[in-house]
């Protein structure tokens, strides 16, 4: 490998794996332009550049300032995910009206309360119970009050996992210039703005654009969901809903122990015969079959296996069962572990209960018999952890 400017270049010898740490990589506004054509004419500014420019501070603002001075500081913060809506806070907190703030929204999204009882957990379980109909569980989790949406109006067609406070969400109705007409697909001169499903709009001549559109961990690289590919190989991706860091803390473990030999291989051997046909599988083969990645970021056009919209649940279900001959080992790491929501007092995972009711909605599920067989197996290793 080598340096970005290819000055430098390395050779290294892997002893035991190489971990690939790139494919959960950040493609945020500072160092991803947009995807759309800008004319030069406009000012285009990232999140980061906001900040330099509200503060006067740093190469932004000795670049824009002769602009920016002369205008009457119009915002249009282009996109509707987590940085966008941080965007919209920061204009507010830092003396931006909400009259001068207009918000381009290409997809509505359902966002967790922050002081909700909800959990990452919280959407599987949803799924779950509403037989898998997606709007149906983001309904249900609204009426529990622990999910939330920008305009009671407007039914939002897409969940990654957004946290957002009361205030916040309070600031945010405030922009009441919000369109919704899909993507940018180019800004003309004299800010005219065009979409994929709708009318063009004329801002102010002198807006201030703010790029938001970057995918940022939603990068496309998790089509791969093979943590353990071979014996020489890791990659980090996500295994369960956000926060991430706990997913590779687990991926982490599960390599540790599997070197120092602890894992409950015998279980886990059974459970891959559920689904292979193979005879032997190696204590990689049995990670790799077992552990896969999350893959939230499928397109609408893909067509995804029932069973696929809640495998995180069977993921983790997994790990407790294969991490050690006994379940309440992983049970007290993941209750030790100041990353897994585990570790909040009272909270409970509910992950025994959560199998067998794959079990019994099986044919919502399309699941196998034999898929069904691993996940008997799952219950009678789980057992202890029923109630918790």
């Not at 801002?203 to 995918?215: E, G, K, N, R």
């Amino acid at each position: 490998f080598s340096t970005l400017d290819g000055s430098l270049k390395y050779n290294v010898k892997v002893q035991v794996k190489l971990v690939n740490g790139i494919l959960g990589e950040c493609r945020v506004p500072s160092t991803t332009p947009p995807t759309f054509a800008v004319d030069d004419s406009v000012i285009m500014l990232t999140p980061n550049q906001v900040y330099e420019t509200l503060h006067k501070v740093s190469s932004s603002w000795s670049i824009f300032s002769s602009r920016i001075a002369a205008n009457k500081e119009k915002y249009v913060v282009l996109g509707g995910g987590k940085t966008a809506m941080d965007t919209v806070l920061y204009l507010q907190r830092n003396g931006i009206g909400a009259s001068d703030i207009s918000w381009v929204i290409p997809n509505d999204v359902w966002m967790l309360r922050r002081t909700s009882a909800g959990s990452p957990w919280s959407w599987g379980e949803a799924l779950l119970e509403k037989n898998l109909d997606a709007n149906a569980a983001a309904l249900h989790l609204e009426d529990k009050g622990i999910f939330t949406r920008l305009d009671p109006n407007v039914t939002p067609t897409k969940f990654r996992f957004p946290v957002v406070g009361d205030e916040e969400m309070k600031l945010m109705r405030n922009i009441h210039n919000v369109i919704r007409r899909g993507r940018v697909t180019c800004i003309r001169e004299g800010a005219r703005v065009s979409f994929d499903r709708g009318e063009d709009v004329h801002f102010a001549s002198d807006s201030i654009f703010v790029h938001c559109t970057s995918p940022g961990p939603f990068n496309g690289n998790a089509k791969n969901t093979d943590i353990f590919p071979n014996d020489k190989t890791i990659n980090l991706s996500m295994l369960y809903a956000p926060p991430v860091p706990i997913s590779l803390s687990c991926i982490a473990i599960l390599e540790g122990r599997r070197g120092k030999g602890s894992l409950d291989l015998e279980l886990g051997r059974k459970l891959c015969k559920c689904i292979d046909d193979k005879n032997d599988f190696t204590d990689n083969d049995v990670l790799e079959k077992l552990i896969t990645g999350y893959n939230i970021t499928a397109k609408d056009d893909v067509t995804v296996h029932p069973a696929d919209q809640v495998a995180p649940l069977k993921t983790l279900a997994c790990f407790i069962a294969i991490l050690d001959e006994d379940p309440m080992t992983a049970y007290k790491w993941l209750s030790g572990n100041r990353l897994s929501f585990f570790s909040i007092p009272g909270f409970k995972g509910h992950v025994y209960e959560i199998i067998v009711t794959m079990i019994e909605k099986k044919e919502t599920l399309q699941l196998s018999e034999n898929e069904v067989k691993m996940l008997s197996l799952l219950v009678e290793k789980l057992k202890p952890l029923e109630g918790k």
